[in-house]
């Protein structure tokens, strides 16, 4: 079974300061992770993906993820916020056997960018 | 139109009544989703369907009740729903067996 844990339902920082969003996952096999951003009013958009290829991954806006099986983390960042990055984050592993798509998402995190 | 598009936006209904989501997507997938959003708690996925074959039903309640008449088309028809139904639907879709899904705007519902 998969599941996915992000630490910090609110995350408040200045605009230009490091943006550091937390997630830890849970999987009994290699996972897919992804991370995806959704806007107010908006559905989900995804921000970038780690699918057994080069653990650090790049993604839109400047975003970036990093794939540490040690930690089971797949932590997202970015070095300098925008007011437009204030959006809700979600972190997901792809669970279900073979290839079936099924996406097992967090609760979630909020960004807040203070100027 | 390009994407995944979902109609209506918003929707108000009273736990008596009988209404329709509906998700269209042009972007030539075959699985197509129906997720819940609530407030303070992770999306729920609660339909899958794959080449208009339901095959993921996530223990939903009956007053929910999806239908797919084809590859780009998905509803989810509603009826004698409860207050705590109400939240944001999403609709999703992917090609079959792919890891990225494509998620429209979502409808926000308000059991009343």
């Known amino acids: 079974a998969q599941s996915v844990t992000q630490l910090g339902s609110h995350v408040s920082v200045s605009e230009g300061a490091l943006v550091l969003l937390r997630c830890n996952y849970s999987?009994?096999?290699?996972?897919?992770l992804f991370w995806y951003v959704q806007y107010p009013n908006q559905g989900l958009q995804l921000l970038l993906k780690?699918?057994?290829?080069?653990?650090l991954v790049k993604g839109i806006n400047g975003f970036e993820a990093e794939f540490k099986k040690s930690e089971t983390s797949f932590h997202l960042t970015k070095p300098s916020a925008h007011m437009s990055d204030a959006a809700e984050y979600f972190c997901a592993v792809r669970g279900g056997s073979g290839n079936t798509g099924k996406l097992i998402f967090g609760q979630g995190t909020t960004l807040q960018v203070k100027p | 139109e390009t994407g995944v598009t979902q109609t209506p936006r918003h929707l108000v209904m009273g736990m008596t009544n009988k209404k329709s989501l509906k998700c269209e997507q042009h972007?030539?997938?075959?699985?197509m989703y129906w997720y819940k959003q609530s407030a303070k708690k992770p999306l729920e996925l609660m339909f899958v369907?794959?080449?208009?074959?339901?095959?993921e039903n996530n223990s939903v309640p009956s007053r929910f009740s999806p239908e797919c008449p084809n590859s780009s088309h998905l509803f989810l028809h509603l009826h004698t729903l409860q207050p705590e139904d109400s939240a944001l639907y999403l609709c999703?879709?992917?090609?079959?067996?792919?890891?990225?899904?494509?998620f429209g705007p979502g409808t926000r519902l308000t059991v009343l």
């Open positions: 369907y794959n080449f208009k074959e339901q095959t």
């Open positions: 999987s009994s096999v290699p996972p897919y």
């Open positions: 972007l030539g997938h075959n699985a």
């Open positions: 780690y699918t057994s290829a080069a653990t």
């Open positions: 999703a879709s992917s090609p079959v067996d792919a890891d990225t899904q494509y």
